[in-house]
């Protein structure tokens, strides 16, 4: 008995030894970690307990310091920065990082995902690891998919309900090539823009509208420069969450756990919170004075009809075999 809690004592004894040698390993870092969104937002919601995390698996030692409402310029400017090691961590659309990696451009493909439940599957699956492997040649590691969720159409000028409605409206678009075809398929004019532009083009009526996410609608107040919104549910956007592979690589493995673990536990609350706030956020857009449309299953088979065309164009550009492996997935989810 005697010898048995020697041995007890023996083994907890290196334990706490390997467990101090842990602790020893994390040396002090400070992260800068940038989105568009405003304080919040649910993506930023998701970068606070990110921060709190990390500063509490490594003992204080790493500090996170938040640049929501993008303070630190567009996403473009963000991804060159953390390629150049200048700026540590973004979460962003994932789809603009296809100016990386042209494979992500699939996540802006309208129609692609069409639950929620889908987009988890996909993305923490093998698909989306080798999707964000691909960056890494590149200076980006993608650490998780966070949420945006699924995007809708406001404007100034009218109720829209039915696509010919559409058309002529300008509409702000994500700066990428895709989302300029698919709102040029539907007869309006596409107008790319940085995110922290666009309040400020909607106020001075540069142009009649955008797409985005209920959530992101509702807290950025563009409720206060639109005046409809539409549910038309046309695109899902995972948000990548990306570290510059320079800074990476200057971690050791006790502090890269502490990254991936923090992420891990970030990715599953801030999903939640995304949902949460999307459930509420119909009502929070009628408060501030929106009038809410819903196209019909006619008028939302029209829709998908009218970006067939963008999709089939855009699946050479990506790659045949991303596009299939992608659809493959998505027909096991779906089984």
């Known amino acids: 008995m005697k010898r048995l809690v020697l041995k007890a004592i023996a083994a907890a004894a290196v334990l706490a030894t390997f467990g101090v040698a842990q602790a020893q390993e994390i040396r002090e870092h400070t992260i800068k970690f940038a989105t568009q969104n405003p304080k919040g937002h649910p993506m930023v919601l998701g970068m606070e307990r990110f921060a709190e995390n990390v500063s509490k698996k490594s003992g204080g030692k790493i500090k996170v310091n938040l640049f929501p409402g993008g303070v630190l310029g567009g996403d473009q ?10 700026l ?33 599957a996909l993305v923490d699956g093998p698909v989306g690891k080798r999707l ?27 109720a829209i309900l039915k696509v010919e409605d559409i058309e002529g409206l300008k509409l702000r678009v994500i700066p990428n090539p895709i989302n300029v075809d698919w709102v040029k398929a ?14 400020a083009a909607l ?33 899902y956007n995972p948000q990548s969450v990306i570290i510059s592979k320079k800074f990476w690589d200057t971690l050791n493995a006790a502090e890269k756990k502490v990254i991936d673990e923090a992420s891990d536990d970030a990715t599953k609350y801030q999903r939640e919170q995304s949902r949460a706030q999307a459930a509420a956020a119909v009502d929070g ?43 493959a997935e998505l027909a096991k989810i779906r089984k």
């Open 203 to 235: 106020e001075q009526k540069a142009i009649d509208g955008q797409e985005n996410p209920l959530t992101v609608i509702n807290a950025n107040k563009l409720y206060e420069v639109q005046k409809y919104v539409t549910l038309t549910n046309h695109q």
């Open 88 to 120: 540590e961590m973004v979460v962003l659309n994932t789809g603009i990082l296809a100016s990386v990696a042209k494979e992500l451009a699939i996540f802006d493909f309208p129609f692609l995902i069409s639950s929620a439940q889908e987009a988890d």
């Open 77 to 86: 400017a963000n991804v060159s920065a953390v390629q150049g090691g200048t």
């Open 186 to 199: 539907l007869g309006a004019n596409p107008t790319p823009l940085p995110f922290p532009e666009v309040y």
């Open 132 to 158: 964000h492997a691909k960056l890494e040649e590149r200076g980006i590691v993608g650490l998780s998919y966070w949420e945006l969720g699924f995007r809708n159409i406001t404007n100034s000028k009218r």
């Open 285 to 327: 857009l009628k408060k501030g004075g929106m009038t809410v449309s819903e196209f019909t299953p006619a008028e939302l088979t029209k829709l998908r009809d009218k970006m067939k065309p963008v999709v089939a164009k855009y699946s050479a550009n990506v790659g045949e075999a991303t596009v299939a492996e992608v659809q």
